[in-house]
């Protein structure tokens, strides 16, 4: 999340969404009654002579809307807002009629609060928030798999196939495949990431050497990875100890970390730990939680929204830390498993 500009005294901070994480971020920022202006499109219905009464024109206007309903759709990487226009740019919009917003990753947007706490400026300044973005490259001689690993979210961006069968035994017959792979990569890779290749033998540190020469802005480094390619050689490189080392300050290993701690504790009769919402609500409530993992599919198993917005904000006021998991890896599905929310404890809560 870019945090553009933050006015506590007034109540106002603008930001631009960049990933899931800031979705939830959002989420628990924005309560019903504050304002949300951001870009949008609304039919507007033109009174001329000449315009079908059954018709509008689609047209793009920056909205001011009172918040009266929002939720999170971690799905599909979007939070909906419905409320009230309170200001509209084209005059044609009706003041006082009801909007509803789509916003997801890229869109720029800035919450107005009538009340600015402590919580809404840490959730604003969390660092984890500016972790290294990760690309992540599967590859051998037949195949390659490049994917990203922003804070604790996974994804898989596409596969490279040489399009070559058996052993290359000419060198000069490896250069297209190379080039191929060092250009999704270049495309891929943002100016900061830290491109990460896992392979056979030297073959990776080719590969790693090429796109260097294509993409001078980040840095590439190669690691002994499991073995496989394409999607699913980019979702084992995440859970590899190599990986783990080279990116043990980022979310995703943080995660992973405090999910097999969690299952460690829960496996061996320990009683510090906590899942299932009603259990961590519980041990939130006695100030136990010390961090807390939430998959982004909780919403599946029935769990009421608002409330699991009050238990995250709980556990951070309570100087906890949460954590999302992504369920379309390993351990966000073992969180999935434990009723979409797991916690590691300060002491034993009763239960």
């Not at 920056?62 to 999170?72: D, G």
């Not at 495309?187 to 290749?197: F, I, K, L, N, T």
């Not at 599905?333 to 300060?346: D, I, T, Y």
């Amino acid at each position: 999340m870019i945090v553009d500009h933050l006015d506590q005294k007034h109540g106002q901070c603008s930001l631009t969404l960049e990933s899931a994480e800031d979705l939830w971020t959002l989420r628990r920022l924005v309560s019903r009654g504050d304002v949300i202006v951001t870009r949008s499109s609304r039919v507007v219905k033109r009174e001329d002579e000449y315009s079908r009464p059954d018709k509008g024109e689609r047209v793009r206007v920056t909205i001011a809307l009172s918040v009266e309903e929002i939720h999170l759709d971690s799905s599909i990487e979007r939070v909906r807002v419905r409320g009230t226009i309170l200001e509209a740019s084209d005059e044609s919009v009706t003041k006082s009629g009801s909007h509803a917003l789509t916003l997801s990753p890229g869109h720029q947007v800035t919450v107005n609060k009538k009340r600015w706490s402590p919580l809404d400026t840490a959730l604003l300044r969390d660092p984890r928030g500016a972790s290294t973005r990760y690309v992540i490259v599967a590859v051998d001689r037949r195949e390659a798999g490049v994917g990203t690993v922003a804070g604790s979210h996974l994804t898989v961006v596409t596969s490279v196939e040489s399009g070559l069968g058996g052993k290359m035994s000419e060198e000069q017959s490896e250069q297209p495949y190379l080039s191929k792979v060092a250009g999704v990569v270049a495309q891929v890779a943002r100016e900061g990431d830290e491109v990460v290749v896992s392979g056979p033998g030297n073959f990776k540190n080719l590969v790693a050497n090429r796109i260097r020469e294509r993409a001078a802005r980040v840095r590439v480094r190669t690691i002994e990875g499991p073995d496989g390619t394409g999607a699913d050689g980019v979702r084992a490189i995440p859970k590899s100890q190599s990986f783990q080392e080279l990116a043990r300050d980022s979310l995703v290993v943080e995660t992973q970390l405090l999910v097999e701690e969690a299952i460690r504790r829960i496996s061996s009769g320990d009683s510090k730990v906590a899942y299932t919402l009603p259990r961590v609500r519980e041990a939130t409530g006695l100030g136990a939680v010390e961090s807390c993992a939430v998959s982004d599919d909780i919403f599946s198993s029935g769990v009421d929204e608002e409330d699991l917005v009050g238990v995250l904000n709980g556990v951070e006021e309570k100087r906890g830390r949460v954590y999302l998991a992504d369920s379309s890896m390993e351990f966000g599905k073992q969180v999935s498993s434990f009723g979409g929310v797991v916690a590691l404890l300060r002491f034993a809560v009763r239960a």
